[in-house]
């Protein structure tokens, strides 16, 4: 079974406009870790956002929040007032342990 | 501080060539780790270390071998490549006590394997 799974390929999102992208996982830990990067076509991995699994709170750095509903085991990556420079690639990702493992991505255009 | 290197930026293998992907961090990581990245399937952990002397085995591990003689190197061996493991690599690094929160990546190698 796949432990990250992000179901979007491809998304599309006016400027300005908030968009959620989805990513669901699949342990059985009681202790793990959520993730978001962003991937542009530089190629580069960018820290967005971080979500431990005792957290109350869902996480939020500046127009990134991650919407964390640990019941439904989804950990999805909200993004406010979208601008050009959002399009890249998005990669959720699960720390189990000292592992890693990685979504296989949501390619997201922003549109002007 | 340079943060995570990488060296080679791109290399091209023969069948059954060995060679060493260099990794580096500055700032006195414990977790060290290597990643593949093929189009379509995301990140795959392939090795990881949390100290010096000490490593294990990510989700792809066969055909690589690692060692971690000092907490800033953590180098990547590929014995015998196969064109399968044409490829982009990336090492990443993070405090072992922040589980991981921030992984900072290094830049990549693009390796083709022919």
């Known amino acids: 079974a796949q432990k990250i799974t992000q179901t979007q390929p491809g998304m599309f999102v006016q400027e300005k406009e908030a968009v959620t992208l989805d990513c669901t996982y699949d342990?059985?830990?009681?202790?793990?870790?959520l993730f978001w990067y962003k991937q542009p076509s530089s190629g580069e991995m960018i820290f967005l956002i971080y979500q431990g699994s005792y957290d109350e709170q869902n996480a939020t750095e500046g127009r990134y929040s991650l919407n964390f509903q640990k019941a439904r085991k989804s950990a999805n990556l909200v993004i406010s007032a979208s601008q050009l420079g959002d399009s890249a690639m998005y990669f959720c990702?699960?720390?189990?342990?000292?592992?890693?493992?990685f979504g296989t991505g949501t390619s997201l255009t922003v549109i002007p | 501080n340079a943060g995570v290197t990488q060296t080679p930026k791109f290399q091209v293998l023969k069948t059954g060539q060995s060679m060493t992907l260099q990794c580096a961090q500055d700032?006195?990581?414990?977790?060290m780790s290597w990643y593949r990245q093929d189009p379509g399937m995301g990140l795959r952990l392939i090795h990881y270390?949390?100290?010096?002397?000490?490593?294990d085995q990510g989700e792809v591990p066969n055909g690589y071998n690692v060692s971690r003689s000092t907490t800033e190197d953590f180098p990547l061996r590929l014995l015998s490549a196969a064109p399968s493991q044409t490829s982009v690599y990336f090492c990443a690094s993070s405090y072992l006590t922040s589980g991981g929160k921030t992984q900072y990546f290094g830049p990549g190698t693009r390796l083709l394997v022919l």
């Open positions: 990702a699960m720390r189990e342990g000292n592992q890693f493992y």
């Open positions: 270390s949390v100290g010096a002397g000490i490593t």
């Open positions: 342990t059985s830990d009681q202790s793990y870790g």
């Open positions: 700032m006195n990581h414990e977790y």
